[in-house]
């Protein structure tokens, strides 16, 4: 069976009617996203944060995935498929996607505010639980006492992937002739744009966005993604 990696950014979930802080000038009741998104404003107000993440927990749980998700689950019965999201939301295994990464977190997953990562600075507790309901002021880590947050990659934080995991996957995409998709991305910022240039080397190759600009050798569907995805598949 051969493989296609699917790299997926906000433009995905969109036509489910997931709100995006670009659309709204980056501003949520307005704090700027990056107050509310950031280890500085976890520090300076955690009620604020989880109030914003607890909005955003119960949209996502309220929405349903559309077409593109389930064109992407619909490969399944013909390629090996993962999936690398930025995307915090859970319409990719809803859909029935089986193996889905999250580079950028999960709302549906939560962590110790003294994680590793939190460069709280205070502690390392490697506590990491899933979260079917917001996290809420007083929701305590079972092995340190620290305050939960959600997991998902803040502004100054790190993207949860590994370049060397990438790069296996390039190559297994190189040798039995895989397929590479982009999708709802613009693939020009980072850190898309590096991983995008990775899969230099793969033959077919497809860039989904109604925005996009031609990147290298890459076959170009300016269509929303469900369009593009379904179109796609027919070919694959
Ligand atoms: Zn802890």
Request: charged share 25%; glycine share 10%.
């Amino acid at each position: 069976m051969q493989t296609i990696v699917v790299f997926s950014g906000a433009g995905l979930s969109a036509e489910s009617g997931i709100p995006t802080f670009r659309d709204a000038g980056g501003l949520w009741e307005n704090h700027r996203f990056e107050e509310v998104a950031s280890p500085e404003g976890w520090r300076r107000d955690p009620e604020l944060v989880l109030r914003f993440y607890g909005l955003r927990h119960e949209a996502i749980a309220q929405a349903e995935p559309n077409d593109a998700h389930r064109a992407i689950a619909d490969l399944e019965q013909r390629y090996r498929v993962i999936n690398w999201t930025q995307n915090i939301d859970n319409l990719l295994e809803r859909a029935g996607c089986t193996d889905v990464r999250h580079m950028h977190g999960s709302v549906f997953r939560q962590k110790c505010e003294h994680h590793r990562e939190a460069a709280s600075g205070k502690g390392w507790c490697d506590y990491l639980g899933e979260c079917p309901r917001p996290v809420q002021p007083g929701d305590l880590c079972p092995e340190c006492g620290g305050q939960l947050r959600p997991d998902v990659v803040w502004f100054g934080e790190s993207v949860q992937f590994e370049f060397s995991e990438v790069h296996a996957m390039c190559r297994e995409l190189e040798q039995n002739d895989g397929v590479f998709i982009c999708v709802g991305t613009s693939g020009m910022v980072q850190p898309a744009a590096s991983l995008i240039s990775l899969f230099a080397g793969v033959r077919r190759k497809y860039l989904i966005n109604p925005d996009a600009v031609p990147v290298g050798d890459y076959e170009l569907l300016a269509e929303s993604a469900s369009t593009g995805l379904r179109r796609l598949a027919r070919v694959l």
